[in-house]
């Protein structure tokens, strides 16, 4: 059988980069003799075939003919007649079109390890613009590998730029949108993917509730850096530092969308912004099919950042209501994660990325203070019905009163 490594596991070899998963290209081959040696069949749209002892990914060479819009408007042939170089070519990037035999040796018709030297993102041939996602999948590689310093060629950067002019990055689906994101949040350099997709005008298209930020401007004395768009790349920073947890890099991120649509003539001042993104990020989160332990955490962030933001100055009684809304009382909460996203946010300004987040701590220790209350005294009493929650939160309040004093002591 004749079988080539291909795809980012040749990639990432030459970079000395993780290695996760490795594909394979089987030349010359059928469905049947696939079969006949043990390998068994996964793929739906071509020929993709598991191995029987590693469960590697083997596919068939194969070529591609766009025949309608969107990513999966291809016809797929997949024939022994067709070759490594064949197949390799229907690619997306160079880097990414590079194979290596079993014994190592590097097959590299395209250039890919000159640009995999040069740190370039090219695309291979004009075929790139055939498949919309392959501007997620660039934008996904900056992310991973901006920190390595790699560049986006000008030539790909514009032919990205005409797929959104002509129509083809409107065929993407929510799912596919949705998983590459979710890739992105989860790689070292999440703001490159915003970055990326924003040089080539496809952040309008993909993301139009995080590209109206830029250009919003907010009040100096509080945002040194001013422009929205600027602080929410900021805070996506902040809370890649904070957490490896996409859900309060993704919450960190969508934040302060309310911003994008406050009237002009209220610009730097976005009096219930909080609340007024509320629907853009349901809407957002439906849209893209965002998983509900995302959605919740993102729209609690949203509500009561400010809130956090001004645990000193708020009374017992408010902030006893903020932890129950948030859900802080029960056993299994997101506060430490909301915590998280909430301190990105106060972070996420120029210069102010060093200060102390103290806020954090305040919260915790009142929530630890009101999960910890004795209710034996109340649940064994005469009390019935909401009488039993009234006197539990006051129970509660009382001993987030007691926190608030010993830091105000402090």
Known sequence: MEIYLVGGAVRDQLLNYPVSERDWVVIAETPESMVKQGF????????????????????LARTERKTAPG??????????????????IRRDLTINAMAMTPQGQLIDPYNGQQDLENKV???????????PVRILRVARFAARYKHLGFILAEETRELMRSMVITGEVDHLVPERVWAELLKALKEQTPTA???????????????????????VPQPEMYHPEIDTGLHTMLCLEQATH??????????????????????????????????????????LCTRLRVPNSFKVLALH?????????????LKASTLTNVLGFLGAFK???????????CEADAKGRIG???????????????????????????????????????????????????????????
Not at 375 to 394: F, M, P, R, Y
């Open 40 to 59: 068994r069949p996964v793929g739906k749209d071509f020929p993709v075939f598991l191995h029987p002892q590693s469960h590697d990914e083997y596919a």
């Open 71 to 88: 990513y999966k408007g291809f016809t797929v042939h997949a024939s022994p007649e067709v070759t490594l170089e064949q197949d390799l």
């Open 121 to 131: 993102f090219r695309h291979i041939s004009p075929a790139f613009a055939e498949d």
């Open 193 to 215: 993917f915003f970055y990326t997709l924003k040089e080539c005008s496809a952040l309008e298209k993909i993301f139009p509730e995080i590209d109206r930020l830029f250009g």
């Open 242 to 283: 904070l957490s490896n947890k996409p859900e309060v890099r993704f919450a960190a991120l969508v934040h302060d969308l309310g911003k994008g649509i406050t009237p002009k003539e209220y610009w730097p001042h976005h009096h219930g912004h909080e609340k007024s993104g509320l629907h853009i990020l349901e809407k």
């Open 301 to 313: 962030v949203m509500q009561y950042h400010t809130h956090c933001h001004k645990a000193f100055e």
């Open 331 to 341: 056993n299994n909460n997101s506060l430490h994660d909301f915590l998280l996203a």
């Open 352 to 410: 102010l990325e060093n200060l102390p987040y103290p806020q954090a701590v305040l919260l915790m220790q009142a929530n630890l203070a009101a999960t910890s209350i004795d209710t034996s005294s109340i649940l064994n009493s005469d009390i019935k019905g909401a009488k039993i929650g009234e006197a539990i939160h006051h129970l509660r309040t009382k001993a987030v009163t007691e926190v608030i004093n010993h830091y105000k002591q402090l």
